[in-house]
């Protein structure tokens, strides 16, 4: 029988200490360890099976990647996923409560029939899943809904049933009888999560587990929670809104880093074909402190709005508050404005938003962050058919920048007539980006840009 040992898991990167501490000795987080049963192998027990694995070259035949996957049926979601499902796959959803984490597998379960579905849940008993189900009118013979927690349940429904897609809502319910603490704690996460996905790549069906965030907007469990999967997949935006976003935080199958865009209704979770429209629709032309930035999310080019509010403060360390953008990030761009270009921030509160819930983590938002803040110090309004993009080095210089033409069209497409980006992109432009109805300005540095925006 394996023997029991005590060990503190870092939840915020996945660290094993041997003892208690109240700052994890790898990630410098605090408060983050908690205490975790290992199970520790008996000495001299290696493995009970004595046939070892076959192994194969990279000429082995078989199917490309592209012809295995599998079509959700969702636009959004497949090319969040890279082009559909994989088969043996697993993959991790996280979002807040209430974001559409359920209703989205049920969408997806109607659009996979005549697959052979398993949904799991451990949260509502099957009478409300079929209410749910009723409202957004999906009929499916092929979904098979059990209400259960146990694994070793779970996993015996899934031998008998053979499904092709099974769905766990969510992992944090779940408990393996093998181990003796209760559901939801690191040991319990980790061990049913990596039983799930073993049995997941030996059947061949694909996994698809909903996992709940903590209030700082991270996975709950284990960090090697996400290292398990193949997939990582998080919700974005705010559970009041109508609108929900889908990014790809990993996936082994795809690009990351990609954005899928809905907007919820009574009907469910609905694709919007066009983002940019839905992230500067409704915004203010004229008002100072407002930019737009032509964003890369993904493959594809998202024009979305930065809004920056400066004000006078009223306290002895001025505000600096940010939604969508990092922190970080902005108190860096704050530095330059004022050493650089003399534009003063020391005594004002600053506050700093993306417009439609949209996380920007690129360096090439910088430029739109500086000049939102510029336009509100000033109270000067930039042009409304005027698009930036471009990152800002310490010395005040703008550095080239990733598919700066895939921009320049989606400006061009959505009736901008102006575009700033670093001269480093402006100097091979091919001849059909030319001919766009669209000026095309290059600046070495953050003070000509803002001398081009008249700022």
């Known amino acids: 029988m394996a023997k029991s040992a005590i060990r503190y898991i870092c939840t915020s990167c996945g ?21 975790s049963a290992i199970e520790e192998p008996l000495a001299g027990k290696t493995s009970t099976d004595n046939v070892l694995p076959a192994s194969e070259t990279l000429q082995h035949p078989g199917n490309s990647v592209s012809q295995q996957r599998i079509s959700t049926g969702i636009g959004e979601l497949d090319r969040v996923l890279g082009g559909g499902l994989m088969p043996a796959s697993a993959i991790l959803i996280g979002g807040e409560p209430g974001i559409g984490k359920s209703t989205l597998m049920l969408q997806l379960a109607r659009h996979t029939s005549p697959l052979n579905i398993l949904y799991v849940s451990g949260e509502e008993s099957p009478s409300q899943i079929r209410d749910r189900a009723k409202r957004l009118s999906i009929i499916s013979n092929d979904l098979k809904l059990v209400p259960e927690v146990n694994l070793e349940k779970i996993i015996g429904v899934i031998e008998r049933d053979q499904p092709d897609i099974v769905i766990i809502d969510s992992i944090q319910t779940l408990y393996s009888g093998e181990y003796k603490s209760s559901a939801g704690t690191i040991t319990q996460i980790r061990e049913c999560t990596s039983e799930l996905i073993r049995s997941a790549k030996s059947r061949n069906f694909i996994l698809l587990v909903i996992g709940h965030i903590t209030k700082t907007g991270s996975l709950a469990g284990p960090k090697t929670l996400e290292h398990m999967v193949d997939t ?8 009041y809104q109508w609108y929900r976003m889908i990014r790809s935080v990993k996936n082994r199958f795809g690009p990351t880093n990609e ?27 004229g008002v100072p402190g407002n930019s737009v930035l032509a964003a890369i999310e993904g493959s594809r080019a998202v024009l979305v709005e930065v809004q920056a509010l400066v004000s006078k403060t009223n306290y002895p360390m001025p505000q600096r508050i940010s939604s969508g953008v990092d922190l970080k990030r902005i108190t860096i761009i704050l530095a330059v404005l ?20 949209l996380k920007l983590v690129e360096p090439a938002s910088d ?3 500086a000049a939102a803040v510029a336009s509100g110090v000033s109270n000067t309004a930039l042009s409304p058919g005027m698009v930036c993009a471009g990152e800002i080095g310490l010395s005040g210089e703008l550095r080239a920048i990733s598919d700066g033409e895939r921009r320049i069209r989606e400006a061009a497409h959505l009736g901008f007539d102006t ?3 670093p001269e480093a992109n402006t100097r091979e432009l ?26």
């Open 338 to 357: 004022e050493k650089r270009l003399g534009i003063p921030t020391w005594g004002q509160d600053v506050f700093i938003k993306v417009a439609g819930g």
């Open 15 to 35: 660290a094993v200490s041997l003892k208690y501490s109240g700052k994890c000795f790898a990630c410098q987080s605090w408060g983050t360890l908690e205490e």
């Open 430 to 455: 091919k001849t059909s980006i030319r001919k766009l109805p669209v000026t095309v300005t290059g600046c070495n540095s953050l003070q000509e840009a803002l001398n081009h925006m008249h700022l």
């Open 259 to 285: 954005i899928g865009v809905f907007r919820m209704d009574e009907k469910g979770l609905e694709e919007v074909k066009n983002p940019s429209e839905f992230f500067i629709s409704g915004r203010s032309t």
């Open 367 to 369: 430029l739109a962050v």
């Open 232 to 239: 990582v997949l998080q919700f974005e935006g705010e559970g």
């Open 419 to 421: 575009i700033i980006l």
